[in-house]
């Protein structure tokens, strides 16, 4: 099995690695950042990535997101320090095999990888347990659970403070495209401005 730890703490990687170097045959490959990950993917066929969600620069859903697109047979097991519902649930509609807190312990880990690579999916008990108290909640009926992926990826971006011309040469796209996003946004969630969007992602613990 071939499989990909990005992440941008040596040290995390270096336990992962150590943990997975127990699996006979498993060649691991690292990765600091989503520039460094999606050269060693378009270099070697990956069975599984365990991505981090909190990247510098391509965050880790947007990786996630590219992956999918240009790989879609490699699994990509999400690792997270914080146990937010609404990353995994957007994890998993971008096409993730798992979604797993940090804080699990190691042995965890082994049996979420093991999982996925039988073609299984996983997820830890403390995300679980917060989806199952959104969907009790009716949390789906959120206003950004309203929002396209690039739609969603967009609002991200200005809520961090990004402007249209940052957003558009990350995305690729023009700056045109970024204002025809932000107006479809602002209409869908009815808000204002870009204030008023940073102080719910805030709010609802989306950055």
Not at 16 to 21: A, M, P, T
Not at 39 to 49: A, G, R, S, T, Y
Not at 138 to 157: D, G, Q
Request: charged share 25%; hydrophobic share 40%; proline share 1%.
């Amino acid at each position: 099995m071939k499989t990909l730890i990005c992440d941008d703490h040596k040290i995390v990687r270096a336990g992962i690695k150590q943990l997975l170097q127990q699996w006979p045959g498993n060649l691991i490959k690292e990765a600091g950042n989503g520039t460094e990950a999606i050269e060693m993917l378009q270099k070697n066929d990956f069975d599984i990535v365990l991505l981090d969600v909190s990247l510098p620069g391509i965050s880790g859903l947007e990786l996630l997101e590219i992956i999918k697109k240009r790989w879609r047979a490699t699994n990509v097991l999400m690792l997270s320090v914080y146990s937010k519902e609404q990353d995994a649930i957007r994890a998993f509609k971008l096409g993730a095999s798992g979604y797993l807190a940090t804080d699990a312990a190691l042995e965890e880990l082994f049996i979420a990888v093991k999982r996925i690579a039988a073609g299984g999916k996983y997820i830890s008990s403390a995300i679980a347990e917060k989806l199952a108290d959104n969907l009790l909640n009716s949390n789906n009926t959120l206003k950004h659970n309203m929002l396209s992926k690039r739609e969603f990826v967009t609002m991200i971006k200005l809520a961090k403070g990004e402007s249209l011309k940052e957003i558009g040469n990350e995305l690729s796209i023009s700056n045109k495209t970024v204002s025809t996003y932000r107006a479809r946004i602002m209409k869908k969630m009815n808000l204002y401005n870009n204030s008023q969007l940073t102080r719910y992602c805030m709010e609802h613990e989306l950055i």
